[in-house]
């Protein structure tokens, strides 16, 4: 968590509408590039969505775990757990035919051993077990205050289905929480990840473009940057602090997005303590600090690319607004323009597909590429040359 998380005002608002409702229409993706900050704006709702008496359950997806339906749903039963198990319930509730004095059913608490045993003695398949406890514990939750729930799952770019493997518990997920919603429980998804996230989750299932609010969140304005810098040194009596110059440099170089403010900051800070005590004039030592990030933060993602795909890269770097996004008709023009030996418009789409699996690239729903990590553009001029021969 950043010591002041700047800007997002508008994140928050569009999070505030979402909470008021009470029959789920809509649920929300937050969606952005690596370092933009959609993990610390995730912490930063559970607070605001609790405030407005809602439950919150969730983790983060990381994990491999969740290729299969089972381990989805019980990975969801585990999240849901934390909200039931201070919850008492009849179980089991039925009584046996055939007794004259009737069975007091037990009382016990709604904990995951009992959320298993509903999911595994329901009948059919994994989504209508899991629809089978989530209904369940709406039945229980009903009668509580506090009866709303958010599951929230960070990194959910990794959930997906596998047809060779025939596990699907990306669709299930969807399915099944399109049923509940239908039936008016009120559970409501959260699901932040990377650019794919979203044109994924209607590759699975169509219904999810109705079903999602898209909320993309990128680089902080100039001013949010100049207050993601100022406020914490400001706020907490800092023994050193920045110059508007200073403030200037790191706006520019980081271009206002998240992870690079901090890590130059704290780079800068560093250096500023130590510069403090020699009655030596202060400045921002940025190409040094540049040489590290471009060690620390892309090295290790452009050591993996084969030659070929750098150049390819590198004439991407080159194609204007690369940085927002390029076509391949822009990227084969430039290509023709810079390199000896081009690429043909089939070719680059191949390996356009390949940066994209690595991770380097990403298609967006309107058919236009962008670089999946940002200011990689930048990174690729500043230290790659294409071969001359
Ligand atoms: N709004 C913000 N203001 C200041 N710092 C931020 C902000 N958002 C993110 N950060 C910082 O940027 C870095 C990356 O944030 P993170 O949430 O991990 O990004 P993501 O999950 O999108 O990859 C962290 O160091 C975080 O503290
Ligand atoms: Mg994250």
């Known amino acids: 968590m950043p010591p002041y998380l700047a800007g997002r005002h508008q994140e928050y608002e569009e999070f505030g509408r979402l909470l008021k409702q009470t029959t789920i229409l809509e649920n929300m993706v937050l969606t952005g590039l690596r370092g933009v900050g959609k993990t610390v704006l995730l912490d930063t709702l559970k607070p605001r969505a609790m405030q407005q008496g809602w439950l919150w359950a969730g983790t983060d997806m990381s994990e491999s775990a969740m290729v299969s339906e089972e381990t989805m749903a019980l990975r969801l039963l585990a999240d849901l757990t934390v909200i039931t198990s201070s919850l008492t319930v009849e179980y089991p509730a039925p009584q046996r035919v055939g007794f004259s004095v009737p069975q007091e059913p037990i009382q016990v608490r709604l ?22 406890v989530l209904e369940f514990a709406w039945q229980h939750l009903q009668a509580q205050e506090r009866r709303r729930v958010i599951f929230a799952y ?24 399109q049923s509940i919603q239908k039936k008016g429980i009120p559970f409501m998804l959260l699901l932040t990840g990377l650019p794919t996230l979203f044109p994924k989750l209607v590759e699975a299932r169509t219904f999810a473009e109705r079903m999602f609010r898209v909320v993309t969140i990128g680089r902080l304005s100039d001013d949010e940057s100049k207050e993601a810098i100022a406020v914490p040194i400001k706020r907490d009596r800092c023994p050193v602090s920045f110059s508007t110059e200073s403030v200037n440099i790191i706006c520019q170089e980081s271009a206002g997005y998240p992870y690079f403010i901090q890590f130059i900051c704290r780079e800068v800070f560093d250096v500023f303590i130590q510069q403090a005590g020699t009655g030596e004039p202060m400045g921002v030592p940025i190409d040094a600090i540049q040489r590290k990030l471009d060690a620390d933060f892309f090295a290790g993602r452009w050591a993996r690319v084969p030659d070929r795909q750098r150049e390819l890269l590198w ?7 690369a940085e927002e996004e390029f076509t391949i008709q822009e990227l084969v023009a430039r290509a023709k323009e810079l390199l000896i030996k081009g690429f043909s418009p089939s070719h680059a789409n191949q390996m356009l597909v390949r940066l994209a699996d690595q991770g380097l690239i990403y298609k967006n729903r309107l058919g236009k590429y962008s670089f999946a990590v940002p200011l990689l553009g930048s990174f690729i001029r500043r230290n790659y040359c294409p071969p001359t021969e």
């Open 154 to 177: 960070d990194e959910a770019q990794n959930l997906s289905d596998n047809a060779t493997k025939e596990q699907f518990p990306l669709s299930v997920l969807l399915d099944v929480f």
């Open 111 to 132: 904990s995951y051993d009992v959320l298993v045993s509903i999911f595994t003695s329901t009948p059919g398949l994994v989504v209508d077990k899991l629809k089978a």
């Open 315 to 321: 004439v991407i770097s080159n194609v204007e607004h």
